[in-house]
């Protein structure tokens, strides 16, 4: 029997446990579970929750790492007719307290200790900051918990909300986006086919979220694959469980694509068909040695978690498509890019890019988000054109251009562009004030081990590549690693240290 594509999530696990009970489905560090054990837990749990008696549509709110409880309360939550809310283990305080005071929980499933964090304490001091009483349950690192109840369970209907996804928040507080049954499960069948996934498909997750991690707990069940959960991100972990567990598919941010690229001499990567990213543009130069040096395909989606419209090129595409762009709309997503009056541009011309369709958000949890969407359609703030193909191209955020005395600079075209030269692993550029020009490129690099490229030598890789004068940073901020916010690069964090950076480099003033 073959997947329908109005087949739910708890629909295709029923079907998996009934056809292979006994196939490999879900992976951590502490259990494998067939897909007969992933069905029985999740029959456990929806009967648990419903000997609470809990509300239709009441909020489970996940604190948790990438473990298998990540996955299986997702599907338990709605096989239960309850609104699942994870937010990752890497979100402190502050964080957790901003989404718990809006979704105002009934139930709440997170880790007791994990990585010296007590995060039992950490969660009864927000909870009784908010006044809330919700039901609880502990993930404990020693083994899978274990929900057990015979309570009544009525799954959600495709219109109600099944889960929201909380942003990495950006601007300082995280977005709620809110997903019916019906828009994750057109992502999920559409996702499972673009990347011709099947049972026979091992997909590695580098770490929660909702960016690659997508493919793994929305199309996966759907395909019938197995997923492997890496509960803490480590280039040495991950290449040992892609040799030991025969990983097809490995699902990353391109920060960490690249950080296992560059300990690739030694590791058995002869499994993998995909390298499949999302959250930020993969460099052109890091998909194609990606490429080179496994044999395996790189696939780099365009979306984001408080918009839930996609792009990806096809597994066939060339790789001028594959590495230099984001492919076309997917799942009945449509997408135009206009000018700042909101009229949609020609090839070739860069504007806002925009969007809508069926695999969109339904709202947001009392904050911001909505202002996002005008007449219809999903402003998400990012630069881009359309090729005379028809792929899309992205070449930056609104925000993020650097205006250095009247004129535009991408920093992702200079990233890109960095990112070729050999002495530079990792790199972000960001706009820092100057009196004189308003802001100045500075670039921010993370160097390949044991090399220290200078500003001028650095300057000289990028006029060699043809960028224009006004382009060049001239100031440089060497680091040992990029900040992040989730699975994006923290801007923010980088103009901070950049002010507060005694050892900031200068160009001369005339290079400007």
């Given at each position: 029997?073959?997947?329908?594509?109005?087949?739910?999530?708890?629909?295709?696990?029923?079907?998996?446990?009934?056809?292979?009970?006994?196939?490999?489905?879900?992976?951590?560090?502490?259990?494998?579970?067939?897909?007969?054990?992933?069905?029985?837990?999740?029959?456990?749990?929806?009967?648990?929750?419903?000997?609470?008696?809990?509300?239709?549509?009441?909020?489970?709110?996940?604190?948790?790492?990438?473990?298998?409880?990540?996955?299986?309360?997702?599907?338990?939550?709605?096989?239960?007719?309850?609104?699942?809310?994870?937010?990752?283990?890497?979100?402190?305080?502050?964080?957790?307290a901003s989404i718990a005071e809006r979704v105002r929980p009934h139930a709440v499933v997170a880790l007791g200790r994990f990585r010296e964090r007590d995060f039992a304490s950490e969660l009864d001091e927000v909870l009784a900051a908010l006044r809330l009483a919700p039901l609880r349950a502990t993930v404990r690192p020693e083994a899978l918990l274990d929900l057990e109840g015979a309570g009544p369970a009525e799954p959600l209907r495709p219109e109600e909300p099944a889960h929201a996804l909380a942003t990495t928040g950006?601007?300082?507080?995280?977005?709620?986006?809110?997903?019916?049954?019906?828009?994750?499960?057109?992502?999920?069948?559409?996702?499972?086919?673009?990347?011709?996934?099947?049972?026979?498909?091992?997909?590695?997750?580098?770490?929660?979220?909702?960016?690659?991690?997508?493919?793994?707990?929305?199309?996966?069940?759907?395909?019938?694959?197995?997923?492997?959960?890496?509960?803490?991100?480590?280039?040495?972990?991950?290449?040992?469980?892609?040799?030991?567990?025969?990983?097809?598919?490995?699902?990353?941010?391109?920060?960490?694509?690249?950080?296992?690229?560059?300990?690739?001499?030694?590791?058995?990567?002869?499994?993998?068909?995909?390298?499949?990213?999302?959250?930020?543009?993969?460099?052109?130069?890091?998909?194609?040695?990606?490429?080179?040096?496994?044999?395996?395909?790189?696939?780099?989606?365009?979306?984001?978690?408080?918009?839930?419209?996609w792009a990806a090129p096809a597994l066939d595409d060339p790789p001028a498509v594959r590495h230099g762009t984001v492919g076309r709309p997917r799942g009945g997503t449509e997408m135009k890019v206009i000018d700042p009056e909101g009229r949609a541009l020609p090839q070739g011309a860069v504007g806002e890019v925009v969007g809508r369709g069926p695999c969109c958000v339904g709202g947001y949890l009392s904050g911001p988000g909505s202002e996002r969407w005008r007449d219809g359609w999903f402003h998400t703030g990012d630069?881009?054109?359309?090729?005379?193909?028809?792929?899309?191209?992205?070449?930056?955020?609104?925000?993020?251009?650097?205006?250095?005395?009247?004129?535009?600079?991408?920093?992702?075209?200079?990233?890109?562009?960095?990112?070729?030269?050999?002495?530079?692993?990792?790199?972000?550029?960001?706009?820092?004030?100057?009196?004189?020009?308003?802001?100045?490129?500075?670039?921010?690099?993370?160097?390949?081990?044991?090399?220290?490229?200078?500003?001028?030598?650095?300057?000289?890789?990028?006029?060699?590549?043809?960028?224009?004068?006004?382009?060049?940073?001239?100031?440089?901020?060497?680091?040992?690693?990029?900040?992040?916010?989730?699975?994006?690069?923290?801007?923010?964090?980088?103009?901070?240290?950049?002010?507060?950076?005694?050892?900031?480099?200068?160009?001369?003033?005339?290079?400007?």
């Amino acid at each position: 029997m073959t997947a329908r594509c109005d087949e739910t999530l708890t629909a295709a696990l029923e079907r998996h446990a009934r056809e292979r009970p006994g196939a490999a489905a879900l992976v951590d560090d502490r259990d494998r579970l067939t897909w007969g054990a992933v069905k029985a837990w999740v029959d456990r749990a929806a009967g648990w929750f419903g000997a609470q008696r809990l509300p239709r549509g009441a909020a489970v709110l996940g604190w948790l790492p990438n473990c298998a409880e990540l996955y299986l309360v997702r599907l338990a939550c709605e096989q239960a007719g309850l609104f699942w809310v994870p937010v990752p283990a890497s979100q402190g305080k502050r964080e957790l307290a901003s989404i718990a005071e809006r979704v105002r929980p009934h139930a709440v499933v997170a880790l007791g200790r994990f990585r010296e964090r007590d995060f039992a304490s950490e969660l009864d001091e927000v909870l009784a900051a908010l006044r809330l009483a919700p039901l609880r349950a502990t993930v404990r690192p020693e083994a899978l918990l274990d929900l057990e109840g015979a309570g009544p369970a009525e799954p959600l209907r495709p219109e109600e909300p099944a889960h929201a996804l909380a942003t990495t928040g950006s601007e300082g507080v995280p977005k709620l986006a809110v997903y019916t049954l019906a828009a994750a499960c057109a992502r999920a069948h559409a996702q499972a086919a673009l990347l011709a996934l099947s049972p026979a498909d091992v997909l590695l997750t580098l770490s929660p979220g909702v960016g690659p991690a997508r493919a793994a707990w929305l199309a996966a069940p759907v395909a019938g694959s197995c997923v492997v959960a890496l509960p803490v991100f480590g280039t040495e972990a991950a290449l040992e469980l892609i040799a030991a567990e025969h990983t097809t598919i490995v699902c990353g941010s391109p920060s960490q694509l690249a950080m296992l690229a560059a300990r690739l001499e030694h590791a058995d990567t002869s499994s993998v068909r995909l390298w499949y990213t999302a959250g930020a543009v993969l460099s052109a130069s890091l998909a194609a040695e990606l490429e080179a040096r496994t044999g395996a395909r790189v696939v780099s989606t365009y979306g984001g978690a408080d918009f839930g419209g996609w792009a990806a090129p096809a597994l066939d595409d060339p790789p001028a498509v594959r590495h230099g762009t984001v492919g076309r709309p997917r799942g009945g997503t449509e997408m135009k890019v206009i000018d700042p009056e909101g009229r949609a541009l020609p090839q070739g011309a860069v504007g806002e890019v925009v969007g809508r369709g069926p695999c969109c958000v339904g709202g947001y949890l009392s904050g911001p988000g909505s202002e996002r969407w005008r007449d219809g359609w999903f402003h998400t703030g990012d630069l881009g054109y359309w090729r005379d193909d028809g792929n899309l191209v992205i070449v930056g955020r609104l925000k993020d251009v650097i205006i250095r005395g009247g004129d535009n600079v991408s920093p992702s075209e200079v990233e890109a562009l960095l990112r070729t030269d050999p002495d530079v692993a990792e790199a972000a550029v960001i706009g820092v004030p100057d009196t004189v020009f308003g802001e100045r490129v500075c670039a921010c690099i993370v160097p390949v081990a044991g090399r220290a490229p200078g500003l001028e030598s650095l300057r000289a890789h990028l006029r060699g590549a043809g960028l224009a004068p006004f382009k060049l940073p001239e100031r440089l901020l060497l680091l040992e690693v990029l900040p992040m916010v989730g699975d994006k690069i923290d801007r923010r964090a980088l103009q901070q240290r950049a002010a507060d950076s005694a050892s900031l480099v200068h160009a001369e003033r005339r290079a400007s």
